[in-house]
């Protein structure tokens, strides 16, 4: 059997995410970064916008270099198929979609005049939900303790501290969607009585 035939496509949303974005920066690098600013980036408009509501979900698929883009798919290409595993594509997508929502409407309401791109909110969404992968009943894991305080701590310090174009925000309200799913997809676990 050939070499190519062995290697199997086996985390078909995160592999998906990633070579959509890939594209999407190869288009940004040919428009000069028009596409980015048309589709690819959330930044304020009029509600009369059409695009407006393509940008509040496509706004995680476009990144300002290679840099930002392997520091984003990297970690997803870690931790993303186990979770694709554990969750299914179908549902890790819905948690996807709606982060991207949450996040691009939250920008919106406080975001004064830069705009916002990249997967950093899927990416602290999914460091978040991995924490949940080893769950026993009635326990609570320590990972998940951590994962809190070391990812969404440092954001909000950071947020509150540096001044630069990365938005700290985001990276906090994809790491509470990713806790708030983990919540919900293991609550009887959680709950549960030791």
Not at 64 to 75: G, K, P, R, T
Not at 102 to 107: A, E
Not at 145 to 162: P, S
Request: proline share 3%.
């Amino acid at each position: 059997m050939p070499f190519y035939k062995r290697i199997q496509y086996n985390s078909p949303l995160m592999l998906s995410y990633a070579l959509f974005a890939l594209a999407v920066l190869g288009l940004s690098y040919l428009t000069a970064g028009a596409s980015n600013s048309l589709l690819f980036s959330i930044h304020r408009s009029a509600l009369t916008d059409p695009l407006l509501y393509v940008r509040l979900f496509g706004h995680v698929f476009g990144h300002a270099n290679l840099a930002h883009y392997f520091d984003n798919v990297v970690i997803m290409m870690l931790v993303g198929p186990m979770l694709e595993e554990k969750y299914g594509s179908k549902w890790l997508g819905l948690m996807m979609v709606v982060t991207a929502l949450v996040t691009g409407l939250l920008f919106l309401a406080v975001s004064e005049s830069h705009a916002l791109l990249g997967g950093s909110g899927l990416v602290f969404m999914l460091i978040l939900l991995s924490s949940f992968t080893n769950l026993q009943r009635g326990r609570i894991p320590l990972t998940l303790i951590l994962a809190v305080i070391i990812f969404i701590g440092r954001e909000a310090v950071t947020g509150a501290t540096a001044q630069s174009n990365i938005s700290h925000l985001t990276h906090i309200i994809g790491g509470i969607c990713g806790a708030v799913f983990g919540y919900v997809f293991n609550k009887d676990k959680l709950m549960e009585a030791a």
